[in-house]
């Protein structure tokens, strides 16, 4: 089955590549139409993945990742008509260079091909992801979780009828229509898939990235901390704090742990918790951190690892900046770091010394997403340095073509 749905994208995805961005962009916008006018049909597949998740058993956090509500699809259908305003990523070049026998060079931005995306919960992924490899002249094999299933079909099923009436292929958005999870490791191993991007928890991303066999972008798993330094406004640090843990707990972009300097910990903790034990956060802290807060959890070894996708928050205090990047660096999972100070030196050092896909200065780590990057949305948040790095946008799925014009040139003869 996925030999010939492998075939039928890729024929597809020719037709896709040679197509105009206008009228890339006329499916963008007629899918964001067609999604708020359909809404009621939607709403209903996923209320259907909804109560059968409830039924199951299935946590608050993917529970809240499961739902859809029209506000939330007016948002998609947003997303896609800032998709469709962004320009053209093909065929944009680098600059034409001749060389010293009069050969020209030039390297072009051309589509990757086909992508497969695996992803868990989350059915507006099959709208923000396919409308950027439509944009950027991508076909897309999708693989939901079961969870989503109805949800999925019915967005894939809109998608194929807007590439119908636009007088485009179907074939260039598919999906694997059936829970079975052999179709997703069929999919980490179908020969010919130019990337294949894993989206949801830490156990699929670490499943895809140990069994493919076809090129991977690691992605989205979050340990994101913040760093209170002892030069920190403390009313930005909780404000920014609450911001990264209360917002949204339930996304990758969301904190994990906050490292608070040893100087401001006496005065910094119990404000903090003051505001945030309010909003149902559960601090697990180490010793001194329990000390100063006795309603504290006592942290063990596994918090500091934890994406906890929760109302619950790891907490420890360090000696300084160093101790807070060296933490950071043995449990952070590259993924967006924050630091709070208004020590020039420190927040530039904390800049150039944390390895992460994103490092903030005196800012929440929630921004780290492709519709606040200005991307129009993303297809997964890459914590690698290979081929992308951070929320991916249309010049993530692109890859680099080198025209060479000549008049006749020959190298040997």
Not at 18 to 38: H, I, Y
């Amino acid at each position: 089955m996925l030999e010939s749905m492998l075939a039928k994208a890729k024929t597809a995805q020719r037709v896709l590549a040679a197509t105009s961005g206008q009228e890339r962009n006329r499916v963008l916008t007629a899918m964001a139409a067609l999604v708020l006018e359909a809404a009621d049909a939607v709403l209903a597949a996923n209320q259907e993945d909804v109560a059968q998740a409830r039924a199951e058993g299935l946590s608050g956090a993917l529970l809240k990742r499961l739902e859809l509500d029209r506000g939330k699809l007016r948002a998609l259908a947003e997303g896609l008509e800032a998709v469709a305003r962004l320009p053209d990523p093909l065929g944009r070049g680098q600059g034409v260079r001749q060389l010293d026998n009069g050969l020209r060079i030039e390297a072009v931005h051309v589509p990757l091909g086909v992508v497969g995306l695996i992803f868990e919960s989350r059915p507006g992924v099959a709208l923000e992801a396919v409308g950027l490899t439509v944009k950027s002249g991508n076909a897309i094999i999708l693989r939901g979780g079961h969870e989503a299933l109805h949800s999925n079909r019915a967005l894939v099923g809109l998608w194929r009828q807007v590439l119908e009436q636009e007088g485009l292929p179907q074939d260039a958005v598919q999906l694997i229509d059936s829970p079975d999870r052999q179709w997703a490791t069929a999919l980490m191993h179908l020969r010919g898939l130019d990337l294949l991007i894993p989206r949801g928890g830490a156990g699929l991303i670490e499943t895809v990235v140990r069994e493919a066999t076809v090129p991977v972008i690691e992605t989205g798993v979050g340990n994101c901390h913040l760093y209170v330094h002892a030069a920190a406004d403390l009313d930005m640090a909780v404000h920014i704090l609450r911001d990264g843990k209360v917002g949204n707990p339930a996304v990758c972009n969301a904190l994990e742990t906050v490292l608070v300097d040893r100087a401001i910990a006496r005065e910094f903790l119990p404000r903090a918790w003051e505001r945030l034990s309010a909003d149902g956060v559960v601090f697990h802290g180490d010793a001194e951190t329990c000390a100063l807060i006795p309603e504290a959890v006592p942290a063990t070894e596994d918090d500091w690892r934890r994406e906890y996708l929760s109302l619950d928050l790891a907490v420890r205090v360090v000696s300084g900046p160093e101790a807070a990047i060296d933490h950071i660096a043995r449990y952070g999972t590259g993924h967006s770091e924050a630091i709070v100070t208004n020590d020039y030196a420190v927040g530039q050092a904390f800049l150039k010394q944390v390895d992460a896909a994103v490092v903030y200065w005196n800012a929440s780590t929630r921004f780290t997403d492709g519709f606040q990057f200005g991307l129009g949305a993303e297809v997964g948040i890459s914590t690698q340095k290979l081929h992308a790095r951070g929320p991916m946008g249309l010049e993530a799925l692109t890859t680099i073509k080198t025209l060479a014009y000549g008049q006749g040139q020959t190298r040997d003869l």
